[in-house]
DNA sequence: ATCTGTCAATGAACCGTTTCCAATCCGCGC
DNA sequence: GCGCGGATTGGAAACGGTTCATTGACAGAT
């Protein structure tokens, strides 16, 4: 045939080429069980001739399912957001499931237009994060949303499936490791309390403060630090000041860094002139000279739960209850911490 | 409003709701010019009253254009790849086009597999790597694809778009650097060489000791190490040789932290006993003690680059000839290294 | 008053599947 | 030989948009 196809082939190609109907065409497809063996055989063969696509598009417009699920966080240049994302996307594929990936920056207007996009091309689930979780407009998208949703280490919506890390644990944990070698100015650098991780984090803070008799100084709790140049900015100034504390827990996902710059630019040893707790595990913590002491939780499984729980209320729909997982938190002891 | 909305609202309902033509509607919702002005406004009103979300579905299925791309990489918790794929996909995103993100685990099937699933869900066009650029069936597969594709750090397929860096050029500054300070036995851990990257390097590698009228100990390039497990492994197999080598050059993406391991473990000190270069600046390699002497170019703006090489390819179609763009790669010099 | 041209708006066809109902075919028991 | 039931297959409707030919209305020209 000299004539250029350039036309993609569709199901009524396959189907006048193999001489049935397309209905037939779409049961081989589906394998369905009511077609006889000569014919499956006939139409499968001529899907191959003619190199068919099955198209997805036309698919999803007749069964109104996507197969599509859709992520949006804060940053996925975070490393620790890669792995849990990594793990949530594998978790997907192996269902059959695409998976759309964005970044929100963390602002409010990007995460309603990616709620909405979302909507409009009708992703069968969505996974994210808030950068607010009080904010009404926010809550309001997510809980009226068309789809199933799952949070993402946030908790004030309780009306939707989440998954978090438990970080309260965590963050009491290190500040009572701090205070138990006699540190009794931690300095506490996170990011925003409008969202689960930091607010849990400084309660654990605070808590352990309050279990051994100590009274919190608010000029050591630094929030809304998100960037490394924040915790580097905000470690200068600490460490500048005539009472610069003893310790420091860089709370943060990605936030141990600079920190760590700030100490050497001051010309300070970490684990002698000052001690450090890191909010999340990394190479960067462990190789480090000394290594970093570090809190840790299993981020792989963190976005293989989020995945599967979607999944789950994919298939059933929102008659049962809003589930919550909550992953356990802890610190490994490395050399950055030094007694009073 | 008791009665429960279990159908979404179409163009249609807005139509009947705002008494007009569903044709009408369409041209308000695609800003054509041919709507008068109350008429427009009324529809308006009526889409925000009835809370109607355009289906990208039924929109995809008509125009057959899904403003939708992929991006199929190795892993994308490589932080490397992580700040790469994010600047991606923001370009995308304020193009309009939503992302679709998939990891191939560097296997070839998962790579055809993916591709195939692109084909049937008609994404506009696909960035992505291949494990093996000589595989005939990827080769087939990629440049018989149905849509653009932009090959990231790949340049055996000569007839698509692709966008690298000058990995070749970068091999050959690490290696004359080490040279020039007197070191003969460098050890080269690489990827696969059946991809560009651990290919040019292994090339960058060889002219350096050439251009020293040097010869290359085949010992001591270790290839086909693509995880620090790997790495770590084969530093402690090099370094327990008779023969160590004094210098190595960790040439992968992300193959830093087992050497630094593995020396350590050896109780050897880098920058004293044995001189380090990494393949790719990090975090970890900035702040580990000695800071890494390490290659670095602009990951962002290959993310970039790609994105807009593909735009454009969709835009314009296969008219215009394959481009392809190199990035430059230099080295950023700190105190791992000492001159023998 | 009639004709022409322009501009808005209508309504139906179409995109490629799935699914349901109807039609056909087959073998089998009476 | 005939009726019947079950298994296959055919054919058409439906999903929700876009687009194009068509209609209707109205202003301006003759």
Redesign the interface.
């Known amino acids: 045939m000299g004539k250029a196809t350039k036309r993609?082939v569709t199901i009524r190609d396959v189907a006048a080429a193999a001489d049935v109907a397309v209905g037939t065409v779409s049961r081989v497809l589906n394998d369905h069980h009511s077609v006889t063996k000569p014919v499956r055989e006939r139409v499968q063969k001529t899907i191959l001739t003619l190199g068919y696509?099955?198209?997805?598009?036309?698919q999803?417009?007749r069964s109104s399912r996507?197969k599509m699920v859709a992520c949006a966080i804060r940053?996925?240049?975070?490393?620790a957001f890669?792995?849990y994302?990594?793990a949530a996307?594998?978790t997907f594929?192996s269902a059959g499931y695409?998976?759309?990936?964005?970044?929100t920056a963390n602002a409010k207007d990007v995460e309603l237009s990616l709620l909405?996009?979302f909507?409009?091309?009708?992703v069968d689930g969505v996974m994210m994060t808030m950068s607010d979780e009080t904010d009404p407009d926010l809550v309001y998208a997510i809980t009226n949303a068309?789809m199933p949703v799952v949070l993402i280490d946030r908790e004030l919506v309780q009306s939707v499936d989440s998954v978090s890390a438990d970080h309260r644990s965590g963050a009491r944990q290190a500040t009572e490791y701090l205070l138990s070698l006699g540190h009794r100015r931690i300095a506490l650098l996170v990011g925003d309390p409008k969202a689960y991780p930091s607010r849990s984090r400084i309660e654990g803070y605070t808590e352990a403060h309050r279990a051994f008799g100590i009274q919190v100084d608010p000029h050591l709790v630094r929030d809304r630090l998100l960037s490394n140049e924040a915790t580097f900015r905000e470690t200068a100034a600490l460490l500048g000041r005539s009472e610069r504390p003893t310790a420091i827990y860089a709370a943060g996902l990605d936030t141990l860094?600079g920190p760590?710059?700030a100490v050497?630019t001051a010309g300070l040893v970490v684990g002698k002139d000052i001690s450090i707790v890191g909010g999340n595990d990394s190479?960067?913590a462990?190789?480090?000279?000394p290594p970093i002491t570090a809190l840790r939780w299993d981020r792989s499984e963190m976005g293989r739960h989020a995945a599967e729980m979607l999944l789950d209320r994919i298939d059933q729909g929102s008659q049962s209850p809003p589930r919550r997982i909550r992953l356990p938190v802890s610190l490994v002891v490395r050399g950055s911490c030094r007694p009073i």
Not at 75 to 79: E, K, R, T, W, Y
Not at 119 to 122: A, E, G, K, M, P
């Open positions: 993609t696509q099955r198209n997805a598009i036309a999803s417009m996507t940053d996925f240049d975070i490393p890669a792995s994302v990594k996307e594998a594929r695409t998976f759309i990936l964005a970044s909405q996009t909507t409009q091309r009708r068309a860094s760590l710059r050497r190479d960067l462990e190789l480090n000279t």
